[in-house]
Each structure stands twice: as C-alpha cells, then as structure tokens.
C-alpha cells in the first residue's frame, strides 16, 4: 500500500466513496458467458473498470504423462495480466504475485468440481486480465466459475467471489484501486454459497480479529450478491435465445 | 506414494475421531518448538529453527540502496525463500516454484502489514538512499508447516539483526560504514500459525504426513497487540466462518506462546 | 419430506436445488444430505423417482455402442490413435478394421487409414482405465475413410434432438439441403453436398438446432429457416426448384436436447 497523498479522502462526509458508492455498494458487473470459439468454455466479466477474460480447456488428457493422476482430474490455472492492464506497463508472463493469485484461485475452484469423473485428464483454466483495477482475483475467480460451467464441467456449486476492505478507519466492500491502494486492508473471500463453505480467503493489511471477521462477513455477503448474478449470466445465455426467436 | 497416501489418510482420520494425531498430539498442540539466532557471523542477523523435524535456517543481509519511487521514506525489505533438494525429495533445483513463491509472500505480508520494521528509520538520504533489507529463509528439513517455521525464523532473525551504522558525507556523496552496530528498529514479532483441514478437523501446525492428507490448509498472523496481519487460505478444501473465528482464537494463543521461545532465544545469546 | 423445487425441463445451473427427499441422483446431478443439486447447465428429467439433468454443455462421454466420427492422429505400427472429441483419445487396432490377414512388415497402414482421415467408427469398448476402442469392420462404407465435407461439432448431449423422433429433424435438413449427413453421438456431424451452397445450408440448419436445441417448435422454425433461404439460392440460380418436403404430422414439441 502506498503513501495517501493528504487532500485525498476515501470517504467523505455523508458517506460516499471516490466513486460514488455508498460503503457497502459493489461495483458495476456485467458477465457475459460463451465469448471465445476455440475454448470449450469461457466468460467474460467486467467489474468496474476491470475487464477479465476466462477460458476453460478439456478435461483433455495430459502429457507429459507423469502428472497425471490415476483417481482424477488435475485442475491447472493460470493467472496472467496483460502488459497494458496496468497504469505503468507490466513486463509480460508470470510475476510472483501472478504465480502466488493462480495457486490460491486453483484452491478456491477445486472444491467445486467433481475431479473424480475424468482420471488422467487436465481441466484448464486460463485467466486474462485485459484491464485490472483491484479485485482481479476475485473477478478472476467469478470469470473462472461461469466459464467452467460454459464448458459443462460439473460442479458442486457454483464458486463466488468478492473482497471487503478497510479505507479512512472504514469497513467497505469490493475496494476499487485508489482505495486498494491507499487503504489499510484488502480480504479477498471466495464461497460455494451452498453451504457456505470458503474456498478462498487471504488478507493483506492490519485489523483486529473482529473487523478481520466483520470483513469476511461482509465480503460473504458481496459474493452471494455477485452470485446471484451468475446464475442468472448463465441462464441468460439460452433464454436469450428463446426470446430471439419468439 | 499414491497408495502409501490413502492409507495413511484412513489411518489418520480414524485417529482423529477419537480426537487424536499420529504423533501423538492433540488437535491444538503445537510441536516443540527451538529457535538458535546468531547462527551466521556472517549475516547482519540470523537464526535456526526447529520445529518438530522440520529445520529452516533464515538470514538477514542488509544493502544500500534507492527506494521505491512510491516510497521515497521508507527502506525496502524483500522476502525470499529457497526450497533447496537437500530439505526434501519433492524440492527440485531451479528458480522458485509457486510454493516457495506462496511460502515467502505470506511471511512478507505478516511482517510488513504489522509494519513489524520501522522501514522509516531506515533511510539513509530521503527519497535518494535507504536500507534495504534480505529476509532470505532457507529450508533444511521439510516435515511440515514451513510458513510457520518461516515466519518464526524471519522474525527471530530480524530481532537479532544488528546493523553497521553508516555516514553520508554530503559533500562528496560517500559512504561509511562505521564499526558500531545498532539493532533493526522491530516494533512487533507477528507470529504465523497455521492449520490443516482434515475432514471436518482443524489440526494446528500440520506435520508432513498431515499435510499430504489435508484437503486445505489455512494461516492467520497475529501480533502482541491482538491484530492479524495476514491470513492465508492455501491449497484445497473450505472452512466454514465458525472454523474461522476458531482458528483465529487459537491462533494468537499459539502466537502468544511461541513469541516467547523466540525472546527467549535473543536473551540466551 | 419429498418436495421438487423445479419443474420438468426447466432450465438449471450447477448448484440449482432440484428435490429433496427419496429421489435418486442421476447424471448431471449431486447429492448433499437428502437433497439434490444440479451440477450442470441443463434441462431437468424427473422420471419416477430418477432425477437427471441433461446437459446443455459438455465433454463427450463415449458409451459403448456409440457410432462416432472421429479424426486419425496417429498411425502406429498395428493401429490407429483416433480423436473423438472425448477427454480421452482413441484407438483403433487393425483386427478391428478387416478380418483379412495382414503382414504388419510389409504393409502400410497409412494406406488404410492416414493421419488426417476421417471415419465412422463403433466404440467397442471402454474401461475403467479410459482405453477406448473403436471398430470399423461392419460399419456402413466399412467406416471410411469419408471423402470430401465437412465436419461440423455440436454438443453430444444435443445429437438426439438434431435427430429428432424417428430422424424427423436430420431427413428433414438432408432431404431439403440434398446433402450426406452422418451425425456421430460424440457432436460431430459429417456433412456432404453436390453444391457447396447447400452443404454450408446444412451446416447452419444444424448449428441452429445445436444452439436451440433447448426451445420448443424447433423442426417447425428449421424448416421454414432452411426454406427461405433456399428461397434465395433459387432466385440466385444456385438451385433450380426447391425440394417438397412433408413432415409427418404437427410436431411441435419434438425430442429432446
């Protein structure tokens, strides 16, 4: 987190944040599911001002052969901004954080999916972020979901995602980057909403234990918002066509 | 191994019904724990730790050097970690995988979100010129929960690290290092504490054999104030909010219990 | 308590509640405590007690007895690797393809079938270690290789209602597009015309059904679709009449995805 310039305040007086939104207002999302030919699933999110690309391959068997696993599946996932995302052009491939994000999205997907139904297979999942502004991985995660389910991967649930953070002493939800970058928290959760059960879950900044769980709390409540949303994104794909013809 | 794994996790999950562990622990007992610091001359600061069978040797170099153009006055720490072949036969040469890569970033977010060091006194010429500070942890043995042992190795590190003092001649822009020596300005010891989950179990500080079996795991950095400066979800699996707040609780008890063989072993020198 | 919380053919995503209480989970579908949930994008079966999902999306799955196209990849010593468009590939043993004795040292099998090949294939069998076998011998044009057309993919779950009752949708297309059709139970569909104008007209009446496979009166708006444009080929001159063509009586609720 960097240094706040002083004249600059998160929230102001009646409440409202930089952009306008109240404290626990998410940002803007749209979904879009199906958007690429090659890939046998993908989904395209866009969340404020990010813009995030998924792709889903297989499950396809995977070579070299040595990593596969007899019993099931292996999820691979691979995280990756675009040079031009950022403000200052990012050096292209993986990065530590790139590398760290791909590892910890893989966590929070591989519950929900029945891996045990294609042993020796690889499902892979491929996330571009064409334009980041805070929360990609959490974008990333409900991009990951949506195009998983396009390519008719099962899955226990659905997988949904939403960060909470802290700005000017504040609880609020989905930062956007000014206030990533000069708050003083960042709680990225991902939920199967079914039962509840968190499949991701990471902190960056400095809370007591109680607003540490009043943030997951309310990014729970984010994700099951965003959820919903899902469903209807995926839905939407084939009533649309309904609708088109009648 | 893939045989040997499923009957090891039968194994372990019938203990665990009767609430016990194949070591021999309950389900919140952590492993002995042994910190050594000073263990390098020649390191500004140094320490070995062993915690159950697992080892890990961390050091700490200091450097002089430019700030980052968003931090001109503050020094700059780095976290590195190596998973050298010698500590495992699953550790492979070659540049970092993501699990070092996942290992170091959770360690570096405990200590620098509890802004543990005053990276603001360590600016030499603001904007211009600061210190920059090596955590470099190094595993020796690998039987589990190495973010722990990491952590734990960093701060004792950390705490032991003493510092040449250095001049700046402003007229000439040299540098001296003189030979006496101040100690890194640490204003916190965060402690990571770390849990397998095991079907519906929560086991502190995860050895090997645990780990292999876990379905996911989860790490909370708490400091002497109460506050959690990092939590880490790691690998597969879920945890409801109610293991959450558990986990948390023992967390800090644990923290608590382990920042004292850490200031014991700074007083033992 | 037994209660549905959906209806029959009602549209779900993975995670949807569908039931609760004695019911059976079937494909597409899991069980969590005594409910069940959808684990796809599909169309919900509730027959008795059984609750499936049919998926809308999906890898194919091969069963044995399916009759696929598939793609030679590979020509091996005495057999053939073969893409289905399964997760796993194929294979194809020479015993499969002809009863005649070969002498595997003098004989090129690229002479049978070559790297590129497209052909119409049985699988034979598929075990638990995801070897599939296909067989050929028997099939019609003793399984190909298929000349000239092209291969269109559609999803598998969807290949019964591009059939339609009795093959009410595929004589359908074939009869007024005047194409080849073979449509395999892995998706893919060989597809063969005199005119390319028409083969193209295939093509796009069976991605139509692939892509509406979920609605209802289907066969009736792939009908009037495909008349229309051949409309326009007509008064391009690309065709000369427009074949007649009568679907037995007025279904409007034909098969299923």
Known sequence: MMEKPEELKLLDEKGYRIDGRKKYELRKIDMKIGVLKNANGSAYVEWGKNKILAAVYGPREIHPKHLQRSDRAILRVRYNMAPFSVEERKKPGPDRRSVEISKVIRGALEPALILELFPRTSIDVFIEVLQADAGTRVAGIVAASLALADAGIPMKDLVSACAAGKIEDELVLDLNKEEDNYGSADVPVAIMPIKNDITLLQMDGYLTKEEFLEAVKLAIKGAKAVYQKQREALKEKYLNIISEEE | ?269 | MKKVFVNSKELVVPGTLIAQGPYRAGKGTFREGNRIYSTVIGLVEIRGDMIRVIPLEGPYIPEVGDNVIGKIVDVRFSNWAVDIGAPYQAGLRIQDVTDERIDLAKTDLRKMFDIGDIIYAKVKAFNEVNQIDLITKGMPFNGGPLRGGQIVKITPSKVPRLIGKGGSMINMIKKLTQTRIIVGQNGWVWVSGRKKELEKLAIEAILKVNRESHTHGLTDRVKEYLIKRLGTLKEQGVIENIPKFESKGGESNDGKA
């Open chain 2, 1 to 269: 191994m893939e045989v040997v794994a499923s009957i090891m996790k039968d194994y372990i999950i019938e203990l665990l019904k009767d609430g016990k562990r194949i070591d021999g622990r309950g389900l919140e007992d952590y492993r002995e724990l042994e910190v050594k610091t000073n263990v390098i001359e020649k390191a500004e600061g140094s320490a070995w730790v062993k915690l159950g069978n697992t080892q890990v040797m961390v050091g700490i170099k200091a450097d002089v050097g430019e700030p980052f153009p968003d931090l001109p006055n503050m020094g700059v720490m780095t976290t590195n970690v190596e998973l050298v072949p010698l500590a495992s036969p699953t550790f492979e040469p070659g540049p970092p995988d993501e699990r070092s890569i996942e290992l170091a970033r959770v360690v570096d977010r405990g200590i620098r979100e509890s802004q543990a060091i005053d990276l603001e006194k360590l600016v030499i010429v603001p904007g211009k010129l600061v210190r920059i500070i090596f955590i470099d942890v190094h595993v020796l043995d690998h039987d589990g929960n190495l973010v722990d042992a990491a952590g734990i190795g960093a701060m004792a590190a950390l705490l032991s690290t003493k510092l040449p003092k250095i001049e700046y001649n402003e007229e000439t822009g040299e540098l001296v290092k003189l030979d006496e020596y101040e100690p890194l300005p640490v204003r916190k010891i965060p402690i990571p504490v770390s849990f397998a989950k095991i079907r519906d179990n929560l086991l502190v500080d995860p050895n090997l054999e645990e780990e292999h079996v876990m379905d996911g795991k989860i790490t909370i950095t708490t400091d002497e104030n109460g506050y959690i400066s990092a939590v880490q979800k790691s690998e597969g699996g879920s945890f409801k909010l109610e293991e959450l707040m558990y986990a948390i609780d023992i967390a800090s008890k644990r923290a608590g219990e382990i920042r004292k063989v850490v200031l014991d072993s700074l007083n033992k020198e």
